[in-house]
C-alpha cells in the first residue's frame, strides 16, 4: 500500500492538469494520493472523475497558507467541506492577498530593472485562482531572464531578493480549529523545512494540538534525517499523527518525485476516522 498524502497541479503552482497528478500517481504505483493545491479546492472535482476512472484512491485536501509568530506555515487540511462558508471565507481572504501581491512584485521586479506585464503571469497561470511566485517564475523562465524556478527564486523571489512581497495568510491558531469545524483534519506541512523551525517547537505543537491539530508531515525532502527523528519523537509525545508525502509540482520541483516518502496505512485510518468524526460533530 504506497500513500503520498501532498500534491499540487495546475490548480494552483503543480505543472500538470489535477486528471494527469492522477495518471501520474497511478503510473508511479501509488495506490492512494492527495490533492493539496495551495488555498483552493478548485482541483477536486476533476482529480476526482480521473482517480474513479484509473482505480487510484483520491483524497482530498487544501493546503492552506497560515502564519504563526509572524513566519509562514502550510497547513494540511485533508477532507474538510469545501464549501464550509467560514472555510471559504478563509480561503477568499488569502487567494485575495495571493492577487494584490502579483502587481507588488512587478513593481519591485521593475525597480530591479525587469520588464514583466500582468497578462505575461497570466498567460502561464491560466486556471488558478491562487497566483504565487512559481507564476512569476514561470514568466521569468518563458522571457528568458532565468533557466527554470530554481533559478527565479534564488536570484529574484526569495525573502531579500529584488521581486520578492509579502502577503497575508491566515493566523495557524484560528485555521486549525476552523478546519476541523469544516470537517476536516489538519496536520501541519514541512514544518521545519524552512523558516519555521525556531517557532514550531515542541511546546507550539503541544497547543496547537489542543486547538485540534491531527498530526504534522514528518517525511519530507526538506527534513533531513535528525530532523524527521526528532519530529517522529515530538509527534509521538504528542500523540499526534505522522504522514510522509512527496509534496509533488510536477516539474516545478526537483527531488519531489511522486511516492518518494509515504504515509503508514494505519497513519491514514486514522486521518480518515478523524474526517468522520468532525464531520459527524458538525451541527
Ligand atoms: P508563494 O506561496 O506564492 O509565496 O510561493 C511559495 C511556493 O513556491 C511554495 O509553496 C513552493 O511550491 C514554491 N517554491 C518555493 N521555493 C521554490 C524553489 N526554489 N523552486 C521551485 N519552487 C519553489
Ligand atoms: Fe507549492
Ligand atoms: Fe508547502
Ligand atoms: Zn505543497
Known amino acids: 500500500m504506497r500513500i503520498d498524502l501532498h500534491t499540487h497541479s495546475r490548480a ?13 500517481a497511478a503510473e508511479a504505483g501509488l495506490d492512494v494520493v492527495a490533492l493539496t493545491d495551495h488555498d483552493t479546492a478548485q482541483g477536486w472535482a ?11 484512491d483520491l483524497v482530498t485536501g487544501i493546503e492552506v497558507s497560515t502564519r504563526f509568530e509572524h513566519t509562514g506555515v502550510h497547513l494540511l487540511a485533508y477532507l474538510p467541506d469545501a464549501e464550509d462558508p467560514d472555510l471559504v471565507l478563509a480561503l477568499d481572504r488569502v487567494l485575495a492577498g495571493r492577487s494584490s501581491r502579483v502587481p507588488a512584485m512587478l513593481a519591485n521586479l521593475r525597480a530591479a530593472g525587469i520588464e514583466l506585464s500582468e497578462d505575461d ?9 491562487a497566483t504565487g511566485r512559481p507564476h512569476v517564475a514561470d514568466a521569468l523562465v518563458a522571457r528568458g531572464v532565468v533557466a527554470d524556478r530554481a533559478e527565479a527564486f534564488e536570484r529574484y523571489l526569495n525573502p531579500g531578493r529584488p521581486g520578492y512581497a509579502s502577503r497575508y495568510a491566515a493566523d495557524l491558531e484560528d ?5 476541523v469545524a469544516a470537517g476536516g483534519v489538519p496536520v501541519v506541512a514541512h514544518p521545519w523545512a524552512r523558516s519555521a523551525r525556531p517557532v514550531l517547537t515542541e511546546a507550539a505543537f503541544a497547543q496547537l494540538r489542543d486547538l485540534g491539530l491531527a498530526g504534522i508531515e514528518v517525511d519530507h525532502q526538506g527534513h533531513d534525517a535528525a530532523a524527521r527523528e526528532v519530529l517522529r519523537a515530538i509527534a509521538r509525545n ?24 509515504t504515509t503508514a496505512p494505519e497513519e491514514l485510518a486514522r486521518i480518515r476516522e478523524l474526517a468522520v468524526n468532525a464531520r459527524a460533530a458538525r451541527t
Open 121 to 129: 503571469v497570466r498567460r502561464v497561470s491560466a486556471g488558478t485562482p
Open 238 to 261: 504528542l500523540d499526534l499523527a505522522v504522514t510522509g508525502s512527496s509534496d509533488y509540482h510536477g516539474s516545478g520541483k526537483v527531488d519531489h518525485d511522486l511516492g518518494c516518502n
Open 175 to 179: 485555521v486549525v480549529p476552523l478546519v
Open 12 to 24: 494552483s503552482d503543480g505543472t500538470q492538469s489535477p486528471a494527469e497528478v492522477m495518471r501520474a
Open 46 to 56: 476533476e482529480a476526482t472523475e480521473a482517480a474513479e476512472s484509473l482505480g487510484i
